[in-house]
């Protein structure tokens, strides 16, 4: 069965700072990532997914996250934190058939 | 791109009494479609998978005869939470996946229950 871990439910950075959201999974095949994200009282946004070729992968509203086999994670990244980006951020993984497995959300506050 | 729209966005009812919560996909068909539920400050909890013209499929340790999920058509689900108590009060999502395969789930605005 597959998992998602993300390493911190509270990240806090400076506004024009570097963002960095971990997330490392388990699965026994192939997976697909995703990272949503959440704004208070709302649905799940999806920000950017892997599923096959580059392992780069670039999202909406500057993020970007590398898939590493390797080290069978999926870390999110921005180079530099607005504001709105003040969110709960959820990685999930599928794969084969099954339904979105998500991670335990990170935080993300950015102070001005 | 995908639409799911999800109403209503706020529901408050009394102890006892059942709430419909509606799942519509827009602009694709979904033959399947998921219901999650959050808890404050959590991440989502998968319920139930619902499936176009069969019986949902229930996560270990959800009540199928409290959350009753219906799936009639390519474009709508439902879930109705029956005899409502405070403990159900939470937040509820769904998800659909066009029946193209594509892995890009697009989740709904959620709807926020409260029992009172």
């Known amino acids: 069965a597959q998992s998602v871990t993300q390493l911190g439910s509270h990240v806090s950075v400076s506004e024009g700072a570097l963002v960095l959201l971990r997330c490392n999974y388990s699965?026994?095949?192939?997976?697909?990532l995703f990272w949503y994200v959440q704004y208070p009282n709302q649905g799940l946004q999806l920000l950017l997914k892997?599923?096959?070729?580059?392992?780069l992968v670039k999202g909406i509203n500057g993020f970007e996250a590398e898939f590493k086999k390797s080290e069978t994670s999926f870390h999110l990244t921005k180079p530099s934190a607005h504001m709105s980006d003040a969110a709960e951020y959820f990685c999930?993984?599928?794969?084969?058939?099954?339904?979105?497995?998500f991670g335990k959300g990170t935080r993300l506050s950015v102070i001005a | 791109g995908a639409v799911v729209s999800q109403h209503p966005s706020r529901v408050i009812c009394k102890s006892g009494t059942s709430v419909k919560i509606e799942c519509r996909s827009l602009?694709?068909?979904?033959?399947?479609m998921f219901w999650y539920r959050q808890f404050p400050k959590q991440s989502l909890m998968l319920m139930a998978t619902?499936?176009?013209?069969?019986?949902?499929?229930?996560e270990q340790g959800v009540e199928k005869d409290k959350f009753l999920i219906n799936h009639a058509s390519l474009t709508l689900s439902t879930l109705t939470v029956t005899s409502a108590h405070p403990e159900d009060s939470s937040f509820y999502i769904c998800?659909?996946?066009?029946?193209?395969?594509?892995?890009?789930?697009?989740f709904g605005s959620g709807t926020r229950l409260t029992v009172v």
């Open positions: 998800s659909a996946r066009p029946s193209t395969g594509d892995y890009g789930y697009t």
């Open positions: 699965s026994s095949v192939p997976p697909y």
């Open positions: 892997y599923t096959t070729g580059a392992t």
């Open positions: 999930a993984v599928i794969s084969g058939n099954t339904p979105l497995v």
């Open positions: 602009d694709f068909q979904a033959t399947t």
């Open positions: 619902s499936n176009e013209g069969s019986k949902a499929t229930y």
